[in-house]
């Protein structure tokens, strides 16, 4: 694992986890859908550090004791948006990485790493090139994103006007007081529509109104949308 760093200006400072994992060695997204846990960071200590978060790129689907999980494995850049409090001065970075490194066990890492990062830093190539995995805001591209409940059942459908999906993920992403269960599998037609279903677990009532993040992946591709669940279905 390294701390790397660099860029400057408009976008604000940029610092980011570089991991280089052994073949079929996996860590979590920030939302695993499996058994295990996304890495958590912890910045005290750090100078000039106003704020720092993981802007997520679109994880990798694999198989984890048995469920569909999603993260990252081999060589890559978890990038991290820094806000600073003094511009004109360098970052001190210090942070505290806790995350699951899983197999065909899982094992709890801990380590600590640091980087002083100056002003004027230039981009750096492990940043730049996880960056462009970020999903995109849904743009106009798109006719239809919407998320309807049938009774404990969610159905999520996306239409792209001009756009042929080749093998289309689509990831949900709920509040904690909604659980959701296995995605079903992805139906995709020539016309640009995705659709899936996804079962709502347990017994309490499920809210009137909450929404969910839904990301959509193809292939280098990756689009996300907050969309509002229809209150009306499922009544």
């Known amino acids: 694992m390294r701390l790397v760093g660099g860029g400057s200006g408009r976008e604000g400072r940029w ?10 060695w996996k860590i979590f997204w920030r939302a695993p859908g499996a058994p295990g846990l996304p890495p958590v960071l912890d910045w005290q200590g750090s100078r000039n550090l106003k704020s720092a978060r993981i802007v997520w ?12 999980a999603r993260g ?21 970075a210090r942070v505290r990485v806790l995350f699951q490194l899983c197999k065909n066990v899982c094992i709890p890492v801990e380590t600590e790493l640091a980087l002083t990062l100056p002003a004027s830093a230039a981009p750096h190539p492990d940043i730049v090139a996880a960056r462009t995995r970020v999903p995109k805001p849904a743009g106009d591209g798109f006719a239809v994103w919407r998320a309807e409940r049938r009774g404990r059942g969610l159905s999520v459908r996306i239409r792209h006007r001009s756009r042929t999906f080749r093998a289309p993920v689509v990831l949900v992403e709920a509040p ?13 037609g020539a016309d640009g529509r995705i659709g899936v279903s996804i079962p709502i677990l347990g017994k309490r009532p499920v809210p009137k109104d909450f929404s969910v993040r839904v990301t959509l992946i193809d292939g280098p591709d990756a689009w996300e949308k907050t969309v509002p669940v229809s209150a009306a279905v499922g009544r």
């Open 72 to 92: 990252f494995g081999g060589r890559f850049t978890l990038p991290v948006r820094a806000a600073v409090r003094d511009a004109g001065r360098p970052v001190e």
């Open 15 to 24: 610092l980011g986890l570089t991991f280089d994992l052994k073949p079929d």
């Open 176 to 188: 904690k007081k909604v659980r959701l269960g296995r995605t079903g599998p992805v139906t995709a």
């Open 57 to 68: 790129p679109a994880p990798e689907i694999f198989t984890s004791f048995g469920f569909r």
